[in-house]
């Protein structure tokens, strides 16, 4: 089945321990992202990456880094998670470009304390 | 810097009552539009891709219209199961996708 995987779904912490959430897509796609999701503000990019060992900033990237060493994995990594940084996130890929129907993990709520 | 609003924020139509959901966009060159629909707590799930102006695409009760400013998704007698947040969302040249706020759909019986 094609699938778009985020660890943890769920994940409560508190402010400066580093975290990884990682995302893993098994449909062989070059595009992938992070997007968080706020009340009020939609989902907003965070990072996102054209193919391996390519990444660029999204909107809000502050805060936030990503790695891209295999097509199928791309991790987001908090170095020093804040409160500011509790929201919904979720991963997407697409088969090639951003102007392909992007496939959304299921989520992962993290709470900042 | 690409826009995309999406209006109304909210709406709460009985069942079988026809109404559309507006996503007005700026871009500089329109690579697509898409539009997803979220479940609570779920991830946004692909609808429609539009990618030029007077283009439609159908689905069940849901219909998606382009114009170069505006995209519509019409829905067509609605069922309790259409409730949820619908979002659209456009590509832009450095390859960033921009979303809206989404529209809250609320299907009553």
């Known amino acids: 089945e094609a699938q778009v995987t985020q660890n943890p779904r769920y994940l409560i912490t508190v402010t400066g321990k580093k975290l990884t959430v990682t995302c893993s897509q098994n449909m062989n796609h070059e595009y992938m992202s992070w997007y968080r999701q706020d009340p009020g503000l939609g989902l907003r990019q965070i990072y996102y990456?054209?193919?391996?060992?390519?990444?660029d900033k999204g909107d809000v990237p502050e805060g936030y880094k990503v790695s891209r060493k295999e097509k199928r994995n791309f991790p987001l990594i908090l170095e020093s998670p804040s409160p500011n940084q509790t929201s919904l996130y979720f991963c997407?890929?697409?088969?090639?470009?951003?102007?392909?129907?992007?496939?959304f993990g299921d989520g992962t709520r993290l709470s900042i304390l | 810097e690409d826009q995309v609003t999406q209006s109304p924020e909210a709406l709460r139509l009985q069942e079988g009552e026809s109404s559309s959901l507006n996503c007005s966009y700026t871009v500089s060159g329109l690579r697509g539009l898409f539009w997803y629909r979220q479940d609570p707590g779920k991830g946004p799930e692909f609808l429609f891709t539009?990618?030029?102006a007077g283009e439609e695409k159908e689905k069940e009760r849901l219909k998606a219209t382009l114009t170069k400013k505006e995209s519509f998704l019409h829905i067509t007698a609605p069922k309790p199961e259409d409730s949820a947040t619908y979002l659209c969302?456009?590509?832009?040249?450095?390859?960033?996708?921009?979303f809206g706020t989404g529209t809250r759909l609320t299907i009553i019986p």
């Open positions: 969302a456009v590509p832009g040249g450095n390859e960033k996708l921009t």
């Open positions: 539009l990618y030029s």
């Open positions: 997407a890929s697409s088969s090639e470009y951003s102007n392909q129907p992007q496939h």
């Open positions: 990456s054209m193919n391996v060992e390519v990444t």
